[in-house]
């Protein structure tokens, strides 16, 4: 089952949106969404973050302390999941989305699965180029 953190209403209301937006970034965490429920029994995927404005993207890069930085969540190409999986399991799910859906082949270092931690603790990040 997919949820939304804290329920919220905003990120339900994008997650609709990025149906049409992003059909392609849908679908990739349909996927893992299918896949952790049935292998991991029961696991329902978070969201913690879809689209970001230009505002909001300016504040996480202030708390983490970095050099603004364009996100693909401004540009609707970015989902954060929260983490509620053991690690292994992150890095069935980490090895499989990559290789099913590549980020762009002629990119291969940039990857469409990445677990970070980058001043908003650490979490899933799934992203796409290529539609
Ligand atoms: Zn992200």
Known sequence: ?????NNSKKLEKEWQDL????????????????????????????????YRTKEEQEKICKKAKVKFYKSVHCLWRGVDLRINLEDWQIKIMELLINNKFPYDKTRPNI???VRHNIGVGDHIHIQNYTT
Not at 23 to 50: A, D, M, R, S, V
Request: charged fraction near 10%.
């Open 111 to 113: 990857k469409t699965f």
């Open 19 to 50: 149906e049409h937006i992003n059909p392609f970034l849908y679908n990739i965490i349909c996927f893992y969404n299918t896949f952790i429920y049935n292998i991991f029994q029961g696991k329902n995927t978070i969201i913690t973050n879809i």
């Open 1 to 5: 089952m997919i949820k939304f953190k």
